[in-house]
């Protein structure tokens, strides 16, 4: 086999396999090891079931995968520009530089704009891409209230929050969690009462996360019986809202009620933290 041209090479019966592919066709890494078997005097780990090289089928099914990603690449990139609308966008709210930059919002297929693969169409026809024209996904709405909660903006947190919806993203428990927290913060009761209204509307309400939420924006803005309520309607407490409602109470200057929750979360063997000491 010495000296044997990539011609006459794929004419040998272990290499007819890749004829038709055309020398053209082959990715360089095998073309490489094809030119090497070449200059060898023996092709050795013939594989018994097809009588192909076993150490050039591994490359070549890597050759493969490889450029078969790449038609994929520029088909979803395709697939993206028909229509940004069913795609998510996670450009801004990345806390892992290797998350996904869009995501599909039913197929799951993901995108990153500044990957080496990407056709070299794409940059150009970004940057030209309407503001707006991809949704963001709940998750990166979430991001962004939480961000403005975060540094006290609370006014602008419930802004977005009434945005996403505008625009037609549902708020998940997360959201409204955030949502709640705001209306804590600003001592905004009613603003937190339409959010319950929606919680109910949406099927939240029994979910002990939210419910813990708008128990602890009830206590905070003094509307003990709505806590109250909220409290009672919980059916598996956890600690956080033992110590949101004990909370309430020592703010509503009901000590006595704070005193008799505190030793029924005792006789339920519900452990105190720190943070119950501090309530207390």
């Not at 966008?89 to 704009?113: A, E, G, I, Q, S």
């Not at 949502?179 to 002990?208: T, W, Y």
């Amino acid at each position: 086999m010495r000296g044997l041209s990539m011609e006459a090479l794929m004419d040998l019966p272990e290499f007819g396999w890749m004829k038709r592919l055309g020398e053209s066709h082959l990715p360089c890494a095998l073309s490489r090891q094809l030119l090497l078997a070449s200059n060898s005097d023996r092709v050795s780990g013939i594989c018994q079931s097809c009588q192909r090289p076993k150490h050039l089928i591994l490359e070549f099914q890597k050759a493969q995968l490889y450029t078969g990603k790449e038609r994929n690449m520029e088909e979803l990139w395709q697939q993206f520009f028909s229509d940004p609308s069913q795609w998510w966008d996670h450009r801004f709210d990345k806390r892992n530089p290797n998350y996904p930059d869009f995501k599909h919002k039913h197929t799951k297929d993901v995108l990153w704009v500044d990957r080496r693969s990407n056709p070299h169409w794409v940059q150009t026809k970004l940057s030209s891409l309407a503001e707006g024209a991809v949704p963001r996904s709940v998750f990166s709405w979430n991001s962004i209230i939480g961000q403005h909660i975060k540094n006290g903006q609370y006014k602008k947190a419930m802004e977005l929050f009434e945005q996403m919806q505008l625009k037609g993203v549902k708020p998940d428990k997360f959201t409204f969690a955030r949502a709640l927290n705001a209306c804590a913060r600003m001592v905004a009761v009613e603003g937190g009462r339409l959010i319950h209204e929606q919680l109910i509307a949406g099927g939240f309400q029994s979910d002990v996360f939210v419910a813990s939420a708008l128990l602890d924006m009830y206590a905070k803005c003094g509307s003990i019986r709505d806590a109250e309520s909220v409290f009672m309607n919980i059916r598996h407490r956890d600690l956080v809202c033992w110590n949101a409602m004990i909370l309430g109470y020592v703010k509503c200057g009901v000590s006595e009620k704070a005193l008799k929750l505190y030793r029924q979360m005792q006789l339920e063997r519900v452990l105190p933290d720190t943070s119950t000491f501090v309530v207390y």
